[in-house]
C-alpha cells in the first residue's frame, strides 16, 4: 500500500513538474499495442486549406516535416500517437483544417466533432477491441489554458483501466475546468451552444 502510495506520488510530482513519459520509465504503460512504424509523409489537405497558416507541431506533422506513428487518415483527419503515451493506446486525432482549441469549435462543426469521434472508435476496435467492446477508453479534448499544442485534437486513450490512476482520475477526468469528453462536447454542440 505504501509502495502503491508512493507511486501515486510519483506520478503526480512528474505530472506536475512536466516530466515526459521518456524521461520516466514507470510512467511507461506496462505493452503497447501493435503500432505503425513513424515516417515522415505530406497529408494531402481537403480543398480550401492551406498548411503554411498553421505553425504548429501538427502542422510540420501535416507537411511532412516531422515524423508521425500514423494509425488513420481520411481527407479531413489524421490520427496520429501521441508523443507521451498515457494508456496502452494513446492517439490524437486531429482536423487538417487549422482550428486552435476546443473553445473555438461552434455548433457548425458538429459534422467535424462527430467525425473525429467516429474515426477513433474505428482505430479503437481494430487497435483495443476488448476496451472498445467494453467501453474501456476515453475520448477527450483540453480546454485551454491547459492544451499543450494550440490545434484541435482529440485524446484517444485505451484500455482506461490501464492508465494511471493520476492520468486517468485527473489530467484527463471529464467535467473539470481542463477537460471535457467529446459526448459532451456533442451534446452542447447539438443544442446550440459552444462546445466548452
Keep these: 500500500m505504501i509502495v502503491d502510495r508512493l507511486h ?6 512528474a505530472s506536475m513538474l512536466a516530466v515526459g513519459a521518456e524521461n520516466n520509465p514507470s510512467a511507461q504503460p506496462s505493452h503497447q499495442p501493435l503500432q505503425p512504424t513513424p515516417s515522415v509523409a505530406f497529408h494531402p489537405p481537403p480543398p480550401g486549406v492551406n498548411y503554411e497558416d498553421n505553425g504548429t507541431v501538427f502542422g510540420n506533422i ?8 500514423v494509425y488513420a487518415e481520411s481527407d479531413t483527419l489524421l490520427t496520429f500517437r501521441d508523443r507521451t503515451p498515457r494508456a496502452p493506446l494513446h492517439l490524437l486525432v486531429i482536423p487538417k483544417q ?15 466533432v462527430a467525425s473525429m469521434k467516429e474515426m477513433a472508435l474505428d482505430v479503437i476496435e481494430r487497435e483495443q477491441p476488448t476496451a472498445y467492446q467494453s467501453d474501456d477508453f476515453v475520448l477527450c479534448f483540453h480546454v485551454p489554458p491547459f492544451n499543450s499544442v494550440d490545434h484541435l485534437h482529440l485524446h484517444v486513450l485505451a484500455p482506461a483501466t490501464e ?3 493520476i492520468m486517468r482520475y485527473g489530467k484527463y477526468r ?17 443544442i ?5
Design 163 to 165: 492508465m494511471d490512476y
Design 98 to 112: 487549422f482550428i486552435k482549441s476546443i473553445r473555438n469549435v461552434s455548433p457548425d462543426d458538429i459534422d467535424l
Design 8 to 13: 501515486c506520488v510519483r506520478g503526480l510530482l
Design 192 to 196: 446550440g451552444k459552444s462546445a466548452v
Design 62 to 69: 501535416l507537411r511532412g516535416e516531422q515524423p508521425a506513428t
Design 174 to 190: 471529464n467535467g473539470t475546468p481542463w477537460c471535457i469528453y467529446v459526448d459532451d462536447a456533442l451534446g452542447r454542440l447539438k
